[in-house]
């Protein structure tokens, strides 16, 4: 079964860290790119962080660059977003994407998606 699923969310306070996974299974995982993308209650879901296929390239938005690092395992088959210096504003359903094409993981128009799992920063 094709697959991404998402954990390690929680409540944290303003300025703790936290690292979330998305475990990949039912495709070739090396093949794909993997993007986080957040959706806060009342907002438009939008893109956190990216990373190609072979890990080589990664990409981040302007609101989490210099505290959020992307990272790939390719034998677990998952990717990581390590979320530093969190700020209530980080308060999300945080979800993965798959696909072979990196330009449709940016842009978000993808069919593979995780579940999701639920931030919460306390002020």
């Given at each position: 079964e094709v697959q991404l699923v998402e954990s390690?969310?929680?409540?944290?306070?303003?300025?703790?860290?936290?690292?979330?996974?998305?475990?990949?299974s039912g495709f070739t995982f090396d093949a794909y790119a993997i993007g986080w993308f957040r959706q806060a209650p009342g907002k438009e879901r939008e893109g956190v962080s990216w990373i190609s296929n072979s890990g080589a390239s990664t990409y981040y938005a302007d609101s989490v660059k210099g505290r959020f690092t992307i990272s790939r395992d390719s034998a677990k088959t998952t990717v990581y977003l390590q979320m530093t210096s969190l700020h209530p504003q980080d308060t999300a359903v945080y979800y993965c994407s798959a696909?072979?094409?990196?330009?449709?993981?940016?842009?978000?128009?993808?069919?593979?998606?995780g579940l999701g799992t639920l931030v919460t920063v306390s002020s």
């Amino acid at each position: 079964e094709v697959q991404l699923v998402e954990s390690g969310g929680g409540l944290v306070q303003a300025g703790g860290s936290l690292r979330l996974s998305c475990a990949a299974s039912g495709f070739t995982f090396d093949a794909y790119a993997i993007g986080w993308f957040r959706q806060a209650p009342g907002k438009e879901r939008e893109g956190v962080s990216w990373i190609s296929n072979s890990g080589a390239s990664t990409y981040y938005a302007d609101s989490v660059k210099g505290r959020f690092t992307i990272s790939r395992d390719s034998a677990k088959t998952t990717v990581y977003l390590q979320m530093t210096s969190l700020h209530p504003q980080d308060t999300a359903v945080y979800y993965c994407s798959a696909d072979p094409d990196f330009t449709a993981i940016v842009a978000g128009i993808v069919e593979l998606w995780g579940l999701g799992t639920l931030v919460t920063v306390s002020s």
